[in-house]
Structures are given as structure tokens and as C-alpha cells.
């Protein structure tokens, strides 16, 4: 199993370009998140999914949309990327709520 | 306000020396969760609990909920053990509030 699959790993926005950040499992976890890591802020949670069809939002959802079509796949999308935007991204999975999570290797972006 | 508080920020310890790092929550959680950040950036769940005790290999993670307090133990720590250790707390309506994390560094 290749766990929690995100691409890609480094990317640079231009101020109001868009991109989606691309997040998949294979472990058929119902539960999907995804999380933005910025120096002395620690981890904050964006948006989670509880399963297919099913989102909502975490602390920061500002500036972000998510879906969920599949099991598999919760991509993270930038609509108009903003210099504050600029961090580290995980997205994580676990199976259910009784579960711990498999994390991402992330991806750190960059938006100039 | 969901608030995880941990302690201490940076902790430097000598191979051999038993680790404590403590976090405590403000409201009541579905489960309390550690984290391993590794210096290349990568996160590894240690371990959930909701109650007591959980024990693997040299780590033990405790929790008192009356107190609302979790501590992770590290046993006869070793060099490979330096890292950032976040603790996580989960609510029944799925938010999640991290700690800021505490940076290990075990020297040999």
C-alpha cells in the first residue's frame, strides 16, 4: 500500500494564480482532512471529510475549497492564491474516529 | 476556545535519560492524539487514546481526563528519538487543535 499519496511536494504561485493540491489514499479510510503548517503556529486544521460526498470545515477555511467524489481522493483547491497562503500541507486519513491518523509527506508552497 | 497547550518548547536530554513532555487541553475531547515530526518534515502518528494508558516500546502516553492533561514518556532515550512531538486534541464534532509542539533533542 502506498498509505496517503500528495502531490506535488514543492510548488511556487504566483499572487492570484489557482492549483489544486492533490491528495489520495488506498487504505479505504472514511475520514480525510487536510492541514496547513506554519512556524509557531503548529498544525491547523482547513477542511475534513467523513466520507464520499460528505466535507466541512476545519479552523482556517478561508480562501480554500475541498470536495470529496471519492473515497480515494480529497483534493484541496486554491481559488486565488494569497502571499498569507504560503505553507506547509499535509492531508491525513484515518479510518474512522476510533482510528489514528496516516499523514501525508506534504507539500510547501510557496505564493510570491 | 479549543486550546492545547504543550510544554516544554525545546527539551535537550543525554542518550540514556527518561523523557517527559506534557500537554494539556481546554475543553473536553473524543481522544488525544501524539504526533513524531521527523527533522525531514514527515508526521507519524504514535498514538490515540481516550482513557489510561498506551504503551509501545520505549514510548507511553497517559492521559487523566478529570485533569485534562496527557503526558508522553519516553524510556532510555536514544539520538533516533530527536524530533518535534505534537500533541492533538479531537472533538466529537471532528475539529482538531494541535499543540505547538515540542522539539527533542537526545544527545549521545
Known amino acids: 500500500n502506498a498509505g496517503v499519496t500528495q502531490t506535488p511536494k514543492f510548488q511556487v504561485l504566483k499572487t492570484g494564480q489557482s492549483m489544486t493540491l492533490q491528495c489520495a489514499q488506498d487504505?479505504?479510510?472514511?475520514?480525510m482532512s487536510w492541514y496547513r503548517q506554519d512556524p509557531g503556529m503548529g498544525l491547523r486544521l482547513i477542511h475534513y471529510?467523513?466520507?464520499?460526498?460528505?466535507?466541512d470545515q476545519g479552523e482556517v477555511p478561508n480562501g480554500y475549497n475541498v470536495s470529496r467524489s471519492t473515497t480515494e481522493d480529497f483534493p484541496l483547491r486554491l481559488l486565488s492564491a494569497a502571499p498569507s497562503q504560503t505553507s506547509v500541507y499535509f492531508c491525513?486519513?484515518?479510518?474512522?474516529?476510533?482510528?489514528?491518523?496516516?499523514f501525508g509527506s506534504g507539500t510547501r508552497l510557496t505564493v510570491v | 476556545k479549543n486550546e492545547v497547550e504543550q510544554s516544554p518548547q525545546n527539551l535537550t536530554a543525554q542518550e540514556g535519560e527518561f523523557i517527559t513532555i506534557n500537554c494539556s487541553y481546554s475543553?473536553?475531547?473524543?481522544?488525544l492524539h501524539w504526533l513524531q515530526q521527523h527533522p525531514g518534515g514527515g508526521i507519524v502518528s504514535l498514538f490515540m487514546?481516550?482513557?489510561g494508558k498506551k504503551k509501545h516500546g520505549r514510548l507511553i502516553a497517559t492521559i487523566n481526563i478529570q485533569e485534562k492533561h496527557s503526558s508522553l514518556h519516553i524510556t532510555a532515550s536514544h539520538p533516533r528519538d530527536s524530533a518535534v512531538y505534537i500533541c492533538?486534541?479531537?472533538?466529537?464534532?471532528?475539529?482538531?487543535?494541535f499543540g505547538a509542539g515540542t522539539r527533542l533533542t537526545v544527545k549521545p
Open positions: 475543553v473536553g475531547i473524543s481522544a
Open positions: 487514546l481516550s482513557s
Open positions: 492533538a486534541a479531537s472533538y466529537n464534532n471532528n475539529d482538531m487543535r
Open positions: 487504505m479505504n479510510h472514511e475520514y
Open positions: 491525513a486519513s484515518r479510518r474512522a474516529r476510533d482510528y489514528g491518523y496516516t
Open positions: 471529510s467523513v466520507g464520499a460526498g460528505i466535507t
